[in-house]
Protein backbone atom coordinates (compact mmCIF):
# COMPACT_ATOMS: atom_id res chain seq x y z
CA UNK A 1 0.00 0.00 0.00
CA UNK A 2 2.02 3.45 -0.92
CA UNK A 3 1.58 6.28 1.40
CA UNK A 4 -0.98 8.38 -0.14
CA UNK A 5 -3.24 6.50 -1.22
CA UNK A 6 -7.11 8.34 -2.21
CA UNK A 7 -5.52 11.40 -1.01
CA UNK A 8 -5.58 14.63 -2.60
CA UNK A 9 -2.16 17.05 -2.78
CA UNK A 10 -2.54 20.68 -3.40
CA UNK A 11 1.08 21.20 -4.25
CA UNK A 12 2.22 25.21 -4.16
CA UNK A 13 5.12 25.56 -6.42
CA UNK A 14 5.01 22.30 -8.31
CA UNK A 15 7.28 23.43 -11.37
CA UNK A 16 10.66 24.58 -11.76
CA UNK A 17 12.31 27.94 -12.74
CA UNK A 18 14.95 26.23 -15.22
CA UNK A 19 15.84 23.27 -16.53
CA UNK A 20 15.82 20.44 -14.31
CA UNK A 21 14.02 19.57 -11.04
CA UNK A 22 13.46 21.58 -8.57
CA UNK A 23 12.39 21.08 -4.73
CA UNK A 24 8.23 21.53 -5.58
CA UNK A 25 8.46 19.26 -8.90
CA UNK A 26 10.17 16.35 -6.98
CA UNK A 27 7.92 16.23 -4.57
CA UNK A 28 4.59 16.58 -6.57
CA UNK A 29 6.29 13.57 -8.58
CA UNK A 30 6.72 11.14 -5.66
CA UNK A 31 3.27 12.16 -3.85
CA UNK A 32 2.25 10.83 -7.02
CA UNK A 33 3.99 8.01 -7.02
CA UNK A 34 2.66 7.00 -3.84
CA UNK A 35 -0.88 6.99 -4.94
CA UNK A 36 -1.97 10.77 -4.34
CA UNK A 37 -3.86 12.88 -6.78
CA UNK A 38 -1.25 16.02 -7.16
CA UNK A 39 -2.51 19.61 -7.83
CA UNK A 40 -0.11 21.54 -9.16
CA UNK A 41 0.18 24.89 -8.81
CA UNK A 42 2.48 27.56 -10.39
CA UNK A 43 2.24 30.93 -11.73
CA UNK A 44 3.68 29.77 -15.17
CA UNK A 45 1.57 27.39 -16.69
CA UNK A 46 4.03 25.73 -18.53
CA UNK A 47 5.96 24.64 -15.74
CA UNK A 48 2.86 23.44 -13.74
CA UNK A 49 1.89 21.29 -17.30
CA UNK A 50 5.18 19.54 -17.40
CA UNK A 51 5.37 17.94 -14.13
CA UNK A 52 1.45 17.28 -14.69
CA UNK A 53 2.85 15.52 -17.80
CA UNK A 54 5.62 13.98 -15.89
CA UNK A 55 3.12 12.37 -13.32
CA UNK A 56 0.95 11.25 -15.93
CA UNK A 57 3.62 9.49 -18.01
CA UNK A 58 4.02 7.73 -15.07
CA UNK A 59 0.50 6.44 -14.95
CA UNK A 60 0.17 8.59 -11.89
CA UNK A 61 -3.18 11.79 -11.37
CA UNK A 62 -2.43 15.19 -11.55
CA UNK A 63 -4.49 18.21 -12.27
CA UNK A 64 -2.48 21.64 -13.24
CA UNK A 65 -3.51 25.23 -12.09
CA UNK A 66 -2.00 28.49 -12.88
CA UNK A 67 -2.74 30.94 -10.13
CA UNK A 68 -0.37 33.93 -8.79
CA UNK A 69 -0.74 32.92 -5.06
CA UNK A 70 0.68 36.23 -4.15
CA UNK A 71 -3.34 37.48 -4.51
CA UNK A 72 -5.28 36.18 -2.03
CA UNK A 73 -8.43 35.79 -4.17
CA UNK A 74 -6.40 33.73 -6.89
CA UNK A 75 -5.77 31.59 -4.17
CA UNK A 76 -9.08 30.99 -3.10
CA UNK A 77 -9.87 30.55 -6.32
CA UNK A 78 -6.96 27.61 -6.72
CA UNK A 79 -8.71 26.22 -3.21
CA UNK A 80 -11.94 26.18 -4.53
CA UNK A 81 -11.81 24.30 -7.49
CA UNK A 82 -9.86 21.35 -5.72
CA UNK A 83 -12.40 21.27 -2.88
CA UNK A 84 -14.84 21.25 -6.00
CA UNK A 85 -13.29 17.80 -7.18
CA UNK A 86 -13.14 16.47 -3.21
CA UNK A 87 -11.20 17.22 -0.44
CA UNK A 88 -7.79 18.71 0.94
CA UNK A 89 -5.80 16.45 2.56
CA UNK A 90 -1.92 18.38 2.80
CA UNK A 91 -1.18 21.46 1.68
CA UNK A 92 2.55 21.55 0.49
CA UNK A 93 3.98 25.13 0.32
CA UNK A 94 7.34 25.40 -1.89
CA UNK A 95 7.03 28.84 -3.40
CA UNK A 96 10.36 31.06 -2.44
CA UNK A 97 12.37 34.08 -4.27
CA UNK A 98 15.50 36.05 -3.27
CA UNK A 99 17.15 39.14 -3.73
CA UNK A 100 20.73 39.58 -2.99
CA UNK A 101 21.66 42.08 -0.34
CA UNK A 102 21.59 42.99 3.34
CA UNK A 103 18.94 46.17 4.66
CA UNK A 104 20.62 48.98 2.78
CA UNK A 105 20.93 47.51 -0.53
CA UNK A 106 17.47 46.19 -0.58
CA UNK A 107 15.43 48.50 -2.45
CA UNK A 108 11.83 48.42 -0.62
CA UNK A 109 9.94 47.49 -3.36
CA UNK A 110 12.36 44.11 -3.69
CA UNK A 111 11.61 43.61 -0.12
CA UNK A 112 7.59 43.19 -0.50
CA UNK A 113 8.24 40.91 -3.64
CA UNK A 114 10.10 38.67 -1.30
CA UNK A 115 7.92 38.89 1.46
CA UNK A 116 4.87 38.49 -0.90
CA UNK A 117 6.02 35.30 -2.16
CA UNK A 118 7.64 33.36 0.74
CA UNK A 119 5.23 34.77 3.53
CA UNK A 120 2.25 36.15 2.33
CA UNK A 121 1.67 34.15 -0.22
CA UNK A 122 1.80 30.87 2.18
CA UNK A 123 -0.57 33.02 4.73
CA UNK A 124 -3.32 33.89 1.58
CA UNK A 125 -3.67 29.46 0.85
CA UNK A 126 -3.20 28.73 4.65
CA UNK A 127 -6.33 31.03 5.06
CA UNK A 128 -8.02 29.12 2.35
CA UNK A 129 -6.99 25.52 3.10
CA UNK A 130 -7.53 25.70 6.98
CA UNK A 131 -11.46 26.27 7.42
CA UNK A 132 -11.83 23.10 4.58
CA UNK A 133 -9.28 20.49 7.17
CA UNK A 134 -10.75 21.99 10.10
CA UNK A 135 -14.25 19.86 9.13
CA UNK A 136 -12.91 17.27 7.89
CA UNK A 137 -11.10 16.97 11.30
CA UNK A 138 -7.77 15.84 9.78
CA UNK A 139 -5.04 17.43 7.67
CA UNK A 140 -1.11 18.41 6.72
CA UNK A 141 0.49 21.35 6.22
CA UNK A 142 4.17 21.03 5.36
CA UNK A 143 6.46 24.03 4.48
CA UNK A 144 9.31 24.41 2.36
CA UNK A 145 11.44 27.17 4.07
CA UNK A 146 15.11 27.20 4.95
CA UNK A 147 18.07 26.89 6.51
CA UNK A 148 18.31 30.62 5.92
CA UNK A 149 15.42 31.07 8.44
CA UNK A 150 17.40 30.39 10.96
CA UNK A 151 21.16 31.09 10.17
CA UNK A 152 23.06 33.22 8.35
CA UNK A 153 24.43 32.39 5.43
CA UNK A 154 27.15 32.41 3.03
CA UNK A 155 25.29 35.32 0.96
CA UNK A 156 23.71 38.46 2.36
CA UNK A 157 20.11 37.90 1.46
CA UNK A 158 18.42 39.75 4.06
CA UNK A 159 14.75 39.82 2.91
CA UNK A 160 15.01 36.19 2.58
CA UNK A 161 16.39 34.92 5.70
CA UNK A 162 13.65 37.30 7.35
CA UNK A 163 10.74 36.11 5.45
CA UNK A 164 11.61 32.12 5.87
CA UNK A 165 12.18 32.90 9.47
CA UNK A 166 8.95 34.46 9.57
CA UNK A 167 6.97 31.36 7.61
CA UNK A 168 8.28 29.66 9.99
CA UNK A 169 6.64 31.02 13.01
CA UNK A 170 3.81 31.30 11.38
CA UNK A 171 3.71 27.35 10.41
CA UNK A 172 4.51 27.03 14.11
CA UNK A 173 1.20 28.94 15.33
CA UNK A 174 -0.71 26.90 12.50
CA UNK A 175 0.83 23.61 14.66
CA UNK A 176 -0.45 24.85 17.90
CA UNK A 177 -3.84 26.05 17.43
CA UNK A 178 -4.76 23.67 15.23
CA UNK A 179 -3.33 20.72 16.78
CA UNK A 180 -6.68 19.70 18.84
CA UNK A 181 -8.40 19.95 15.49
CA UNK A 182 -6.23 16.70 13.84
CA UNK A 183 -4.32 19.48 11.68
CA UNK A 184 -0.54 18.85 11.34
CA UNK A 185 1.82 21.78 10.77
CA UNK A 186 5.44 21.67 10.20
CA UNK A 187 8.46 23.08 8.20
CA UNK A 188 11.62 21.70 6.21
CA UNK A 189 14.78 23.35 6.00
CA UNK A 190 16.94 22.92 3.51
CA UNK A 191 20.55 23.50 3.32
CA UNK A 192 22.33 24.02 0.04
CA UNK A 193 20.48 21.88 -2.47
CA UNK A 194 21.28 21.77 -6.56
CA UNK A 195 18.39 23.19 -7.68
CA UNK A 196 17.56 25.42 -10.93
CA UNK A 197 16.74 27.99 -8.53
CA UNK A 198 20.54 28.17 -7.59
CA UNK A 199 21.69 28.73 -11.16
CA UNK A 200 18.59 31.26 -12.36
CA UNK A 201 18.41 33.57 -8.92
CA UNK A 202 20.56 33.20 -6.49
CA UNK A 203 23.77 33.25 -8.70
CA UNK A 204 22.83 33.63 -12.46
CA UNK A 205 26.47 34.94 -13.13
CA UNK A 206 28.46 32.51 -11.75
CA UNK A 207 29.99 29.34 -13.13
CA UNK A 208 27.72 26.15 -12.46
CA UNK A 209 30.89 23.75 -11.90
CA UNK A 210 31.94 26.26 -9.80
CA UNK A 211 29.26 27.19 -7.70
CA UNK A 212 28.54 23.52 -7.09
CA UNK A 213 31.78 22.93 -5.91
CA UNK A 214 31.37 26.21 -3.34
CA UNK A 215 28.47 25.39 -2.24
CA UNK A 216 29.74 21.41 -1.43
CA UNK A 217 32.48 22.84 0.87
CA UNK A 218 30.03 24.61 3.41
CA UNK A 219 28.32 21.34 3.87
CA UNK A 220 30.27 19.08 6.27
CA UNK A 221 29.22 16.24 4.12
CA UNK A 222 31.00 17.59 1.39
CA UNK A 223 28.62 17.56 -1.40
CA UNK A 224 24.98 19.27 -1.88
CA UNK A 225 21.61 17.76 -1.18
CA UNK A 226 18.87 16.82 -4.46
CA UNK A 227 15.32 17.67 -4.61
CA UNK A 228 14.74 14.51 -4.05
CA UNK A 229 16.18 14.27 -0.89
CA UNK A 230 14.00 17.10 0.57
CA UNK A 231 10.83 15.42 -1.02
CA UNK A 232 11.31 12.51 0.80
CA UNK A 233 11.27 14.23 4.30
CA UNK A 234 8.00 16.61 3.32
CA UNK A 235 6.64 13.37 2.28
CA UNK A 236 7.45 11.73 5.49
CA UNK A 237 6.41 14.89 7.38
CA UNK A 238 2.99 15.11 5.58
CA UNK A 239 2.40 11.20 5.94
CA UNK A 240 0.61 8.46 8.82
CA UNK A 241 4.26 7.44 9.80
CA UNK A 242 4.15 11.38 11.15
CA UNK A 243 0.90 11.53 12.87
CA UNK A 244 2.55 12.53 16.39
CA UNK A 245 4.89 15.37 14.50
CA UNK A 246 3.49 18.91 14.79
CA UNK A 247 5.44 22.03 14.82
CA UNK A 248 8.81 20.64 13.98
CA UNK A 249 11.72 22.98 12.22
CA UNK A 250 13.91 19.58 10.55
CA UNK A 251 16.86 20.81 8.97
CA UNK A 252 17.96 18.59 5.71
CA UNK A 253 21.67 20.22 5.20
CA UNK A 254 23.98 17.43 5.13
CA UNK A 255 25.16 18.69 8.66
CA UNK A 256 25.34 22.27 7.81
CA UNK A 257 23.47 23.46 10.97
CA UNK A 258 25.51 21.98 13.62
Known amino acids: M ?3 AGRRVLLAGGGSIGPGVGNGKAAAILYAREGAEVFVIDRNPDAAAETVSIIEAEGGRALAH ?9 AQGAVTRMLAG ?7 YNLG ?10 APEDWTRVFDVNLNAAYHLSRAVLPAMEAEGKGALVYVSS ?15 ASKAALQRMAQSIARVYAEKG ?4 VVLPGPIDTPHVTAIVAPDAD ?8 ARLVPMGRQ ?19 FVTGVLLPVDGGMSL
Open 147 to 161: LAGLRSGPYSYVAYE
Open 97 to 106: TSVKGGVVET
Open 183 to 186: IRAN
Open 2 to 4: TRF
Open 225 to 243: GTPWEVAEVALFLASDAAS
Open 208 to 215: PEELAAAR
Open 66 to 74: TADLTRPEE
Open 86 to 92: GGIDVLH
